[in-house]
């Protein structure tokens, strides 16, 4: 019952929302670097926060991520519509972090042994928080991707390692087919926003931290590894070309798939999904140690990634 009921507000919410967002003016309109060609609504992640805030309820003992987690949605939230500072944008982002640490234990020497290894998690936490934003470019990829991890998270959650109340998943779960009603088609109803891919991005790394810690099976960490590959080889690239990797652009392989070889937002999308599923199989059910596994993992995406070089050097448009 508790599930129904939370869908029924969730999707009470994101109607709301979306019947209040054109009178505020809270719309993405299209650019240069954008990968849509019409005016949406922006910031329809909100309903992950909502998601989040609810679990809080249901379990209260876990106020401390959640408020974390609604930090970065309302900052997130507020810079969507104002382009607010990167200094307190990344103010936020760290007290966020350390909230998230926080919660996992990691000021402890019990939980980390070692001092030097704390700034190290701080720079790959929130550099991935922010890659994961950095993907969200088109229709479905951000919905259909967390939607991938959260249902992993939540398998491994029930029926390998138990490190979380199951409520902490489903809800982001729903939260992800309610924007997916909506976004997931080739005319999208609205996008995400920093709001949303911030927060879910947030909440799956604090997930993952946990069952990690808890477990202590490191593999569990290529659950990111299509995103991981795409955003890291992305910047490198950038930085190789000697760009600003804090400006917009259209060079991920996603959005060279879309904007320069025609395919459609729901297929690319979809593929992402499908491939990181496969390889979150790969991880669950191989028995591979986590060398092996990176290796075979991360081979044939670097090969892939190799495919979207020889492109943008026949397409010298896309990287000036």
């Known amino acids: 019952m508790v599930y129904l009921i939370s869908?029924?507000?969730?999707?009470?919410?994101?109607?709301v929302y979306l019947r209040l967002a054109p009178i505020f003016n809270i719309i993405d309109k299209p650019n240069e670097r954008s990968s849509h060609t019409e005016v949406t609504i922006r910031g329809g992640g909100v309903v992950f926060v909502l998601s989040i805030v609810i679990a809080a309820f249901i379990e209260p003992y876990y106020w401390l991520p959640v408020t974390g987690a609604f930090l970065l949605g309302v900052i997130s939230f507020v810079d969507d519509q104002m382009d607010l500072s990167r200094r307190l944008r990344f103010?936020?982002?760290l007290l966020a972090v350390s909230i998230l640490f926080a919660a996992l234990g990691?000021?402890?020497?019990?939980?980390?042994?070692s001092f030097w290894l704390l700034p190290l998690l701080y720079i790959l936490v929130i550099g991935t928080i922010n890659a994961y934003n950095f993907m969200d470019g088109i229709n479905g990829i951000t919905g259909l991707y967390s939607l991938v991890?959260?249902?992993?998270?939540q398998y491994v959650n029930i029926k390998q390692h138990p490190f979380v109340e199951p409520e902490l998943i489903w809800l982001p779960m729903i939260a992800c087919g309610i924007f997916l009603f909506y976004?997931?088609?080739?005319?999208?109803k609205?996008?995400?926003g920093d709001v949303g891919s911030i927060t879910i991005?947030?909440?799956?790394?604090?997930?993952?931290?946990?069952?990690i810690f808890i477990s202590g099976n490191l593999p569990y960490v290529l659950f990111l590894c299509l995103y991981g590959v795409d955003a890291v080889m992305t910047i490198l690239h950038r930085l190789?070309?000697?760009?600003?990797?804090?400006?917009?652009?259209?060079?991920?392989f996603y959005q060279i798939l879309v904007n320069e070889k025609g395919f459609s937002h729901v297929s690319v999308a979809s593929c992402y999904g499908m491939i990181q599923a496969a390889i979150i199989v790969l991880v669950l059910f191989s028995g591979l140690s986590f060398w092996t596994l990176s290796i075979v993992c991360l081979a044939p995406l670097l090969t892939l990634y190799g495919l979207k070089f020889k492109w943008l050097a026949t397409d010298k448009s896309v990287t000036s």
């Open 7 to 15: 869908t029924i507000i969730l999707w009470i919410c994101i109607l």
């Open 91 to 93: 103010s936020c982002h």
């Open 106 to 113: 990691l000021f402890s020497s019990e939980m980390l042994p």
């Open 149 to 153: 991890l959260l249902g992993a998270l």
């Open 183 to 188: 976004n997931f088609r080739r005319k999208a």
């Open 190 to 192: 609205c996008f995400a």
């Open 201 to 211: 991005a947030y909440w799956i790394v604090y997930l993952l931290l946990k069952l």
């Open 240 to 252: 190789y070309l000697r760009q600003n990797i804090f400006q917009a652009h259209r060079m991920h």
